[in-house]
Nanobody, 118 residues
Framework: QVQLVESGGGLVQPGGSLRLSCAAS????????MGWYRQTPGKQRELVAS???????MYADTAKGRFTISRDNAFNTVYLQMNSLKPEDTAVYYC????????????WGQGTPVTVSS
């Protein structure tokens, strides 16, 4: 059974930092395309950052220079370090694991809320 469990969300002041974690079981983060997405009420879920199995990363323009995606293969966990947070970063953040070739899959976590407010 595949599980993606996010943690690390919460309330933070503008300019602050948070580190989100996505602990995976049932799949290997080093053999998946791992992504962090976020969603606010009434809006579509949007990609924030992703990392391929080969560790290539990609960031949304809104995340570049402030967010960093990383992984720890030993713990089968993916992280999103978020710095210089802004109120517009407020959203529910979701972890996604995809594999598009050979035994393809697409799994989502349950989400962790992030609120940036003074």
């Amino acid at each position: 059974q595949v599980q993606l469990v996010e943690s690390g969300g919460g309330l933070v002041q503008p300019g602050g930092s948070l580190r989100l974690s996505c602990a995976a079981s049932g799949i290997s983060v080093s053999r998946s395309v791992m992504g962090w997405y976020r969603q606010t009420p009434g809006k579509q879920r949007e990609l924030v950052a992703s990392m391929t199995g080969g560790a290539a990363t990609m960031y949304a323009d809104t995340a570049k220079g402030r967010f960093t995606i990383s992984r720890d293969n030993a713990f089968n966990t993916v992280y999103l370090q978020m710095n210089s947070l802004k109120p517009e970063d407020t959203a529910v953040y979701y972890c996604r694991a995809q594999r598009t070739i050979v035994a393809a899959y697409d799994y989502w976590g349950q989400g962790t809320p992030v609120t940036v407010s003074s």
